[in-house]
């Protein structure tokens, strides 16, 4: 997880992320983008 948060923090996300575990990554990925209008930033590598 310190992995992924110093990715966020150096490629300019300081503010307003979410990170989440789980299976649940599609499904928050079709809510974020289709219905909220929200860019969605992949950071697993």
């Not at 310190?2 to 966020?8: D, N, Y």
């Not at 300081?14 to 969605?40: C, N, Q, R």
């Amino acid at each position: 997880m310190q992995e992924k948060m110093i990715r966020l923090a150096r490629g300019g996300f300081k503010h307003h992320t979410s990170v989440g575990s789980g299976h649940m990554k599609e499904i928050l990925k079709e809510a974020f983008t289709t219905y909220l209008g929200y860019d969605w930033v992949d950071i697993d590598n």
